[in-house]
C-alpha cells in the first residue's frame, strides 16, 4: 500500500525548470500541493497542470505552494512552463527518486517507456505530514481537484 493520510512525506531534492534546486523542506511553514504528471505537453497532463494554473489565487489564499514534477527533463519542463503560463515551479524528477518515493511511478508506460511518473496528487501539511493522496493508475484520469480543495480548506 502506497503513502496515505498521516504518513511523513519523502522529502527531495530536485531542480526545477529555472534550474533552482527545491526540496520539501523548503516548503516548510506552508501547506504543499504536489501534482505528479506523467509528461509534459501530453493533453490530460496539460489539462491538469492547467487546472492548477487556473485555480491559483485559491491556493495562494490558502497559503499552499503547488509544485508539478515528472520526469521530464528541467529543459522540457521550461519549455513547457513558458508555453503555458505555469506560475508554479515544475520540477524534473529525471532521475526517478521522488515519484517511486511517492509510490507514483510507473516501471513501464505506454510505448514501452520505462519509468514514467504516474499522474497523482498529495497535499502536504505545514509540518510535512500528508494530509491527501491519491495515486492513479490510470494516466487518462485526473486528480480529485475538489477534495483537494476541500482538505485545503479543512
Given amino acids: 500500500m502506497g503513502l496515505q493520510a498521516g504518513d511523513k512525506a519523502p ?9 533552482k534546486e ?14 505528479f504528471f506523467p509528461m509534459a505537453f501530453t493533453g ?3 489539462t491538469q497542470l492547467c487546472t492548477m494554473r487556473d485555480s491559483f489565487g ?10 508539478g514534477i515528472s520526469v521530464d527533463s528541467p529543459f522540457t519542463l521550461a519549455k513547457f512552463k513558458e508555453e ?14 521522488a515519484s517511486p518515493a511517492y509510490g507514483a511511478f510507473y516501471e513501464e508506460f505506454v510505448y514501452n517507456l520505462k519509468g514514467v ?3 497523482a496528487a498529495f497535499v502536504i501539511d505545514e509540518e510535512g505530514t500528508i494530509i ?5 493508475e490510470s494516466a487518462g484520469d485526473l486528480p ?6 476541500k482538505v485545503l480548506e479543512g
Fill in 44 to 46: 490530460t497532463c496539460t
Fill in 84 to 97: 503555458q503560463f505555469y506560475q508554479f515551479p515544475l520540477l524534473s524528477d529525471f532521475n526517478k527518486e
Fill in 132 to 136: 491527501y493522496a491519491e495515486v492513479l
Fill in 144 to 149: 480529485d481537484f475538489n477534495a483537494i480543495k
Fill in 58 to 67: 485559491f491556493y495562494e489564499g490558502m497559503n499552499a505552494a503547488v509544485l
Fill in 117 to 119: 511518473s504516474k499522474r
Fill in 22 to 35: 527545491h526540496t520539501l523542506a523548503d516548503f516548510k511553514g506552508q501547506k504543499v500541493v504536489i501534482q
Fill in 11 to 19: 522529502d527531495f531534492k530536485l531542480f526545477s525548470s529555472e534550474l
